[in-house]
């Protein structure tokens, strides 16, 4: 299921829902809220607007999962683990990049490749 018109009916659809894990970056609180049953049943990894609605915006913080960096590029050199990407980009277009991703219209990663 992807974000977008109509996700909180389809979600909501499928059974009660406890919480909301949200990852999409910006636009979907006020849905993630009501589908929660609060602000306090959700947490966001990127959404600026966390504060203004009294959701929890997840921070890392240093040594919270050490050794994580390294296991995660090893999983992904040897092939098992696989990001999905929305499209890949040279690293000299990381500004069309962001203001893509800022746009709210792309819900998968851009990858940026160094030549």
Known sequence: MRYGPGVAGQV????TVDAVFDAAGTG???DAITLAGGPERVITLSDPA?????V????P?????????DET???LADGRLRLRAHQSMPM???????????SGTVHERIILTLP
């Open 12 to 15: 909501r659809a499928l059974g």
């Open 28 to 30: 979907v609180l006020a």
């Open 50 to 54: 966390a504060a203004d609605f009294g």
């Open 56 to 59: 929890t915006l997840s921070e």
């Open 61 to 69: 913080t240093p040594g919270r999962a050490p050794g994580a960096l």
């Open 73 to 75: 590029i090893a999983l």
């Open 92 to 102: 000299q277009q990381a500004a069309e990049a962001h203001r893509q991703l800022e």
